[in-house]
């Protein structure tokens, strides 16, 4: 996969892509294109097309009408613009129309017929792809989307995190940081950006969201600007003006993956191994925790009780849990620290007793 600087010239710095959920008026269009070239702080548009909204009868997109609009900021403004496409007549209609970046989105994400159908399309195409995680906290989901990109031939690829569906409505859709952070580990070539708009859903949310994307060294964001935010025909209540936008990228804090620092390097380094150290010792309790186990196991069937003991589970729940929670330890970890290690416990006596059934 191709390093996105060459295609989004940002100099080091995270990409910044911008620009309103939907292209609604061509006034709208580049009156917010100008406003956020003014700042002279991003390195691409985005504007939504078509718009896939969760209620028929809502803005549906103006269609292929923004086009002539998008153009005029790619060759006026000299802004690369990208747009949705969530099937094969969006993406050949974007690139007749000589879109730069096309995305796809996290309803289009979720179906993998419709991601094959734009891949079939794109083959031969030179031209990056963005893929939105699916609306459903399903990683490998989103990799078999990108899988399918990729082996259309398309190399400029990068993933954007939108946030999950989910009950709890602390935030629009729910961050889950460690999905990004997975699919990081697995492909850690693979730029990713993170919309701090739909995650957010809300404006004075939008910067915790974008810091907490740079702490964990996302690539970039994409995010919705509107130059008039207030009436706009769709997201209205996530999306800032322009100077807004400016004033927010400003203050954000950008982290660095490493420093070169001497000092920095030996002090990483202490922590380190103090924390390798820690992790071993984490282990041998583990250990030495499992063979108690399997020894309590033997001991059971040899006295023909059963493996699982309700009470007991309790027990260890109603006593751990605080116990952790007077160690600074958050108590949703522990209680999911201590169902793993019991899950594991089970496993290891079930398979004493299946033993003796075999034997
Ligand atoms: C959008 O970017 O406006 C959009 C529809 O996003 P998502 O696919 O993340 O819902
Ligand atoms: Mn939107």
Redesign the pocket.
């Known amino acids: 996969m191709v390093d996105f600087s060459s295609w989004l010239n940002t100099n080091g710095k995270p990409a910044i892509i911008a620009g309103p ?2 292209a609604e008026t061509e006034e709208q269009v580049l009156a917010t294109a100008n406003a956020l070239k003014a700042s002279n702080r991003i390195h691409a548009y985005r504007a ?1 097309v078509w ?1 896939p909204r969760t209620r028929p009868n809502s803005f549906e997109g103006v269609g292929e009408k923004a086009f002539p609009w998008l153009q005029r900021v790619q060759n006026e403004l000299n802004i690369p613009v990208a747009v949705e496409v969530a099937n094969a007549k969006h993406v050949e209609l974007a690139l007749e129309y000589g879109m730069k970046i096309l995305w796809i989105g996290a309803r289009t994400t979720v179906n993998p017929f419709s991601v094959q159908e734009i891949a079939d399309v794109l083959k031969g195409v030179d031209i990056p792809v963005m893929v939105k995680n699916p609306i459903n906290p399903d990683l490998a989901l989103w990799i078999g989307a990108l899988e399918r990109i990729n082996q259309a031939g398309i190399k400029q690829i990068a993933a954007i995190h939108r946030g999950f569906s989910s009950m709890n409505k602390q935030f629009r859709n729910a961050p889950n940081w460690e999905i990004p952070i997975e699919l990081k580990t697995t492909l850690p070539s693979l730029p990713l950006f993170c919309d701090p ?2 995650i957010a859903g809300a404006r004075d949310k939008l910067s915790y969201v974008a810091q907490k994307a740079f702490d964990l060294d996302f690539d970039g964001l994409m995010i ?1 600007s509107h130059y008039t935010p207030d009436s706009a025909l ?2 209205a209540q ?2 800032i003006t322009p100077g807004r936008l400016n004033e927010m990228l400003e203050q954000l804090i950008v982290r660095n993956a490493r420093s070169n620092s001497a000092e920095f390097t030996a002090k990483l380094e202490t922590y380190r191994s103090a924390m390798d150290e820690l992790d071993s010792e984490l282990i041998r309790v583990l250990a030495k925790r499992f063979d108690l186990s399997k020894e309590l196991g033997e001991y059971k069937k040899e006295n023909n009780v059963s493996v699982f003991q309700l009470e007991r589970w309790k027990e260890i729940l109603d006593s751990r849990i605080p116990f952790a929670q007077s160690q600074d330890i958050d108590a949703h970890f522990a209680e999911i620290l201590m169902k793993i290690i019991h899950d594991e416990s089970i496993r290891i006596q079930t398979g004493i007793f299946q033993q003796e059934t075999q034997d």
Request: charged share 25%; hydrophobic share 0%.
């Open positions: 959920c939907s939504g718009k708009s739909h919705e769709s997201d996530q999306q």
